[in-house]
């Protein structure tokens, strides 16, 4: 099996791991490679390679780092369909659910096939008019917002050519089900089960008393019709491209033919994780310290 590591080199601990990555591969006898980032940082011998170039060559891509630095991975993935397996070296990592503590066992458990397989959900836009993207795929979302001015936007929102309703507002998050615990969650956006079939649409402080967001079938077709009137509103994927669009624009996003796929293992679930990273459900504390129990 051959494995690749993509890593955020700026970690604190990432060049211990990485070493400890290089050690196991050599007992295992796996070819382990990195992303060229890691060449001169690590004691131990890796050979690397452009980082466009690692998953069609690996089994297994690593992502060392945050949930940036996994979304930065299956950027690079594309739609090559290479699993990824998320390591956490930052405070929350709600996307890499694994920790270097056990790092070697849980790549042992890799290795003998003891994981599982999540399908995620990736976004597709299409800019009907403006710039293109070269990549124009999001794992978590699509944010349009109003750029330099602190001045609000208008946007319509249309639905498989239905129009659904208009925002005035900062901007606009469009996010798949892997999304709905970052970005949007803090909009106040629903949380939906990463592995559903859905869109959400969550409007950025919207000028009005009434405005929620929307769960849509992740099968629909949405076109977001953006008017600002001074300036240059900008798009951005999975806070990782971004482009500025004309002042009077529109954009489709839809479900992508190909999925981004997480190793994963039974014993972290996803409401395990909501429930540890983002005290999810958490009952006050009474006098005692205890969970306070209402009758």
């Known amino acids: 099996m051959r494995f690749g590591i993509i890593a955020n080199m700026e970690r604190p601990d990432a060049v211990e791991v990485v070493d400890r990555l290089v050690k196991w591969a050599q007992k295992h006898e796996v070819t382990l490679c990195c992303d060229s980032n890691v060449r001169g940082k690590i004691d131990g011998d890796c050979p690397v390679m452009p980082r466009a170039e690692l998953p069609e060559k690996s089994d297994v891509i690593i992502s060392l780092g945050g949930d940036g630095t996994l979304l930065a991975s299956a950027r690079a993935v594309r739609n090559l369909g290479t699993p990824i397996l998320g390591i956490n070296l930052g405070s929350l990592g709600f996307l890499t659910q694994l920790t270097p503590i056990n790092i070697e066992e849980t790549l042992t458990a890799v290795l003998e096939k003891r994981h599982q397989i999540e399908k995620r959900m990736v976004a597709e836009v299409e800019i009907e008019q403006g710039p293109q993207i070269d990549h124009p795929y999001a794992l978590n979302d699509v944010v349009v917002d109003r750029g330099s001015v602190s001045r609000i936007i208008n946007l319509d929102i249309y639905a498989n050519d239905y129009f659904i309703c208009s925002y005035a507002a900062d901007g606009l998050i469009v996010c798949t089900p892997t999304g709905s615990t970052a970005y949007s969650l803090a909009v106040g956006g629903p949380i939906l089960n990463p592995l559903m079939n859905a869109l959400t649409i969550s409007p950025i402080s919207a000028f009005s008393l009434t405005t929620r967001p929307i769960v849509f079938s992740g099968n629909d077709d949405l076109r977001v019709v953006v008017h600002s009137k001074h300036s240059n509103p900008v798009l951005t994927l999975d806070g990782q491209v971004d482009c500025r669009l004309p002042q009077e624009s529109s954009f489709l996003v839809?479900?992508?033919?190909?999925?981004?796929?997480?190793?994963?293992?039974?014993?972290?679930?996803?409401?395990?994780?909501?429930?540890?990273?983002?005290?999810?459900?958490r009952l006050p504390e009474g006098d005692s310290g205890m969970p306070a129990k209402y009758y």
């Open 254 to 281: 839809r479900k992508a033919d190909h999925h981004i796929n997480f190793i994963v293992f039974r014993k972290n679930s996803f409401y395990d994780i909501l429930r540890r990273k983002l005290h999810w459900g």
